[in-house]
Nanobody, 122 residues
Framework: HVQLVESGGGSVRPGGSLRLSCTASGYRYASYCMGWFRQAPGSEREAVASISTDGVPTYTDAAKGRFTASKDNVKNTLYLQMNSPKPEDTAQYYC?????????????????WGQGTQVTVS
């Protein structure tokens, strides 16, 4: 049974920092491409970052230059370091696993999802 559990969300001031974690269980964590996504009320889900099985991150424009994705295969944990967050970063953040196909990543391909953690920037 695959399980992803996010943590680390909360309230943060603009310009501050926050680190989200996603701990995985029930599968060989290192063998999956992982992704971070977010969804604000009334908005569509948005991709934030992915990280390959080799630990190489890819960022969308929403995250580039401010957020850093990383993973610890020993701890089976994915991270999203959020620096200088803005009010528009306020959303429910989700991690997901097995999101890659042919060198690309997309939420439609993700097989497993966490329950999300709320981030509020104000």
């Amino acid at each position: 049974h695959v399980q992803l559990v996010e943590s680390g969300g909360g309230s943060v001031r603009p310009g501050g920092s926050l680190r989200l974690s996603c701990t995985a269980s029930g599968y060989r964590y290192a063998s999956y491409c992982m992704g971070w996504f977010r969804q604000a009320p009334g908005s569509e889900r948005e991709a934030v970052a992915s990280i390959s099985t080799d630990g190489v991150p890819t960022y969308t424009d929403a995250a580039k230059g401010r957020f850093t994705a990383s993973k610890d295969n020993v701890k089976n944990t994915l991270y999203l370091q959020m620096n200088s967050p803005k009010p528009e970063d306020t959303a429910q953040y989700y991690c997901a696993a097995d999101c890659c196909r042919g060198g690309s990543w997309d939420a439609r391909w993700c097989e497993y999802w966490g329950q999300g953690t709320q981030v509020t920037v104000s």
